[in-house]
């Protein structure tokens, strides 16, 4: 499509859209970018085929700035209008985010705009709702606490293949649907944490309208990220991602991986090359980034105004700091699955992926509920140390020994 076709298009698609004062253009990148009549920059991508576009950036609630012990909700108002005057108009919270004071200071925050001027996503935790009237009734608490009639986007959060079975269990899924047919939630996905194999089962189940995984460099091979965006893609289910940061790992990096980045461009945040990453895959439709200080999101606004996706030899520079940050991983793992399977099953790599992710982060609750996952008897304390799997290690890993640290650890 030519310059003054998608321009025709775009204007066409933009009387219809709900957002019909937004002024369409074409980004250096080819990105569609929308301006909010403020001269906005951010870069947007469309939905499906739809006249909806969606910034980039996406304002995650999970990390808002506190004070006092609480959520500072002057500094989180200065940081919406920044958001919405730069056309990052994309909301996510949920019902948990700060005890619930997320949601609540969406709905106060938000409420002086347009309704159809911002996109408001929050998520169904099945497992807080323990029932079919507990997701009911939570679902309406949660129109309450945002002061609104309806979602934009809308989840079954965190699903696994736990979570997965517990919104079964409690029909949850089934009553999204109907909210969905009454026009309370406008589009309806999920987000997700654990195997492809899982992903896979839960894309078949429903006709759905995007997902939200966790996805970035580090873990494209490590938390087989790779995988799980290749699914979705084929199924044509636009992405969100979660976590292009690593939970703020890949902000700070290690000082060899930040100076190989700093050679490259001076003036380019870790941050930067982490997000560019992302959004570079063309399937991704909106970066989450959980920002809690205006400078955070005075960064990302300018990497997004307009997205500069990689090149090929930004994306080399990137490996080589990547290859120097592995270095101090726990276990030099790649996930390259040379040394299964294993004649008793034990599954080394997801054990080794899971361990890392766990030495970088220190966030035990998340690695009791990855390694929880893993099948009892595929678990490190199963290895009976026969040494077949060390001997196809590209890496010379000793994984027996490792098996049994980590099986020590976990004890
Ligand atoms: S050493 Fe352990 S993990 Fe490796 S193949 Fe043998 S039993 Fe499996
Ligand atoms: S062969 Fe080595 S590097 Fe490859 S997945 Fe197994 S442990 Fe990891």
Same mark, same amino acid.
């Given at each position: 499509?030519?310059?003054?076709?998608?321009?025709?298009?775009?204007?066409?698609?933009?009387?219809?859209?709900?957002?019909?004062?937004?002024?369409?253009?074409?980004?250096?990148?080819?990105?569609?970018?929308?301006?909010?009549?403020?001269?906005?920059?951010?870069?947007?991508?469309?939905?499906?085929?739809?006249?909806?576009?969606?910034?980039?950036?996406?304002?995650?609630?999970?990390?808002?700035?506190?004070?006092?012990?609480?959520?500072?909700?002057?500094?989180?108002?200065?940081?919406?209008?920044?958001?919405?005057?730069?056309?990052?108009?994309?909301?996510?919270?949920?019902?948990?985010?700060?005890?619930?004071?997320?949601?609540?200071?969406?709905?106060?925050?938000?409420?002086?705009?347009?309704?159809?001027?911002?996109?408001?996503?929050?998520?169904?935790?099945?497992?807080?709702?323990?029932?079919?009237?507990?997701?009911?009734?939570?679902?309406?608490?949660?129109?309450?606490?945002?002061?609104?009639?309806?979602?934009?986007?809308?989840?079954?959060?965190?699903?696994?293949?736990?979570?997965?079975?517990?919104?079964?269990?409690?029909?949850?899924?089934?009553?999204?649907?109907?909210?969905?047919?009454?026009?309370?939630?406008?589009?309806?996905?999920?987000?997700?944490?654990?195997?492809?194999?899982?992903?896979?089962?839960?894309?078949?189940?429903?006709?759905?309208?995007?997902?939200?995984?966790?996805?970035?460099?580090?873990?494209?091979?490590?938390?087989?990220?790779?995988?799980?965006?290749?699914?979705?893609?084929?199924?044509?289910?636009?992405?969100?991602?979660?976590?292009?940061?690593?939970?703020?790992?890949?902000?700070?990096?290690?000082?060899?991986?930040?100076?190989?980045?700093?050679? @490259?461009? *001076? =003036?380019?945040?870790?941050?930067?090359? #982490? /997000?560019?990453?992302?959004?570079?895959?063309?399937? %991704?439709? +909106?970066?989450?980034?959980?920002?809690?200080?205006?400078?955070?999101?005075?960064?990302?606004?300018?990497?997004?105004?307009?997205?500069?996706?990689? @090149?090929? *030899? =930004?994306?080399?520079?990137?490996?080589? #700091? /990547?290859?120097?940050?592995?270095?101090?991983?726990? %276990?030099? +793992?790649?996930?390259?699955?040379?040394?299964?399977?294993?004649?008793?099953?034990?599954?080394?790599?997801?054990?080794?992926?899971?361990?890392?992710?766990?030495?970088?982060?220190?966030?035990?609750?998340?690695?009791?509920?990855?390694?929880?996952?893993?099948?009892?008897?595929?678990?490190?304390?199963?290895?009976?140390?026969?040494?077949?799997?060390?001997?196809?290690?590209?890496?010379?890993?000793?994984?027996?020994?490792?098996?049994?640290?980590?099986?020590?650890?976990?004890?």
């Amino acid at each position: 499509m030519n310059r003054r076709d998608f321009l025709k298009n775009a204007l066409t698609f933009a009387a219809l859209a709900p957002l019909a004062r937004l002024i369409a253009r074409e980004g250096a990148d080819g990105d569609k970018i929308f301006d909010l009549r403020t001269g906005s920059q951010v870069s947007r991508r469309r939905f499906r085929n739809t006249a909806l576009t969606v910034p980039l950036l996406g304002f995650g609630m999970m990390r808002l700035p506190q004070k006092n012990g609480g959520i500072d909700s002057q500094m989180v108002r200065k940081m919406f209008d920044a958001a919405m005057k730069a056309g990052c108009n994309y909301f996510d919270t949920a019902y948990m985010y700060h005890g619930g004071d997320s949601e609540k200071i969406a709905g106060e925050l938000l409420r002086k705009y347009p309704r159809d001027s911002y996109y408001l996503t929050s998520k169904m935790p099945s497992w807080i709702a323990g029932s079919e009237k507990g997701v009911e009734r939570l679902f309406q608490e949660q129109l309450e606490r945002c002061k609104t009639e309806y979602f934009d986007f809308y989840m079954l959060h965190a699903l696994d293949a736990t979570n997965w079975e517990l919104s079964q269990k409690y029909r949850a899924l089934d009553f999204l649907k109907e909210m969905k047919k009454q026009g309370k939630i406008r589009r309806l996905g999920f987000s997700f944490h654990d195997t492809p194999e899982v992903l896979q089962t839960i894309v078949k189940a429903h006709d759905w309208d995007f997902a939200q995984i966790q996805l970035n460099y580090l873990d494209w091979e490590l938390y087989r990220s790779k995988e799980q965006y290749e699914i979705l893609t084929k199924e044509g289910i636009p992405v969100i991602v979660m976590e292009p940061l690593r939970g703020g790992s890949l902000s700070s990096l290690t000082p060899e991986a930040t100076a190989i980045l700093r050679k @490259s461009a *001076p =003036e380019a945040s870790n941050s930067a090359w #982490a /997000l560019r990453y992302v959004a570079s895959l063309p399937n %991704v439709l +909106c970066v989450l980034s959980g920002m809690t200080l205006m400078e955070h999101l005075q960064d990302n606004l300018k990497t997004f105004s307009p997205l500069k996706p990689l @090149s090929e *030899p =930004e994306r080399k520079v990137l490996e080589e #700091a /990547l290859a120097a940050y592995r270095k101090r991983l726990a %276990v030099p +793992c790649t996930a390259c699955k040379y040394c299964i399977p294993c004649p008793v099953g034990v599954e080394i790599p997801r054990i080794f992926g899971i361990y890392n992710q766990y030495k970088i982060n220190g966030n035990q609750w998340l690695f009791r509920n990855n390694y929880n996952a893993i099948p009892a008897d595929a678990r490190a304390s199963e290895c009976v140390s026969c040494g077949k799997c060390a001997k196809h290690c590209p890496q010379k890993i000793n994984i027996p020994a490792m098996l049994h640290k980590i099986a020590g650890e976990v004890k």
